[in-house]
């Protein structure tokens, strides 16, 4: 199974661009999102962003990904 997330464009140089996973930022491949600009979603696998995703969308899964890891935390306790 495959699982890519939804990241904020922080900063583009190039084919590289400094994302923001809800509070992890990490630097991915832009080349495959053409016209890409600061501010947009992209959806991610594997360090390449692979597709542009609405900001609706993106806030939405970001908190049902944030809403899991809470619940996994409140069942190890």
Same mark, same amino acid.
């Given at each position: *199974?495959?699982?890519?997330? =939804? #990241? ?8 590289? #661009?400094?994302?923001?996973? +809800? +509070? ?9 999102? =053409? +016209?890409?600009?600061? /501010? %947009?979603?992209?959806?991610?696998? @594997? +360090?390449? #962003?692979? %597709? !542009? *995703?609405?900001?609706? %969308?993106?806030? !939405? @899964?970001? #908190?049902?990904?944030? %809403?899991?890891?809470?619940?996994? /935390?409140?069942?190890?306790?």
């Amino acid at each position: *199974m495959c699982l890519a997330v =939804p #990241a904020l464009v922080l900063s583009i140089d190039g084919d590289y #661009a400094e994302v923001d996973f +809800g +509070g992890m930022k990490k630097k991915v491949c832009i080349s495959l999102v =053409p +016209g890409l600009q600061v /501010d %947009e979603y992209v959806i991610v696998h @594997t +360090g390449y #962003a692979i %597709e !542009k *995703m609405k900001s609706e %969308e993106a806030k !939405k @899964t970001l #908190a049902l990904f944030e %809403e899991m890891a809470n619940m996994a /935390d409140s069942m190890r306790e």
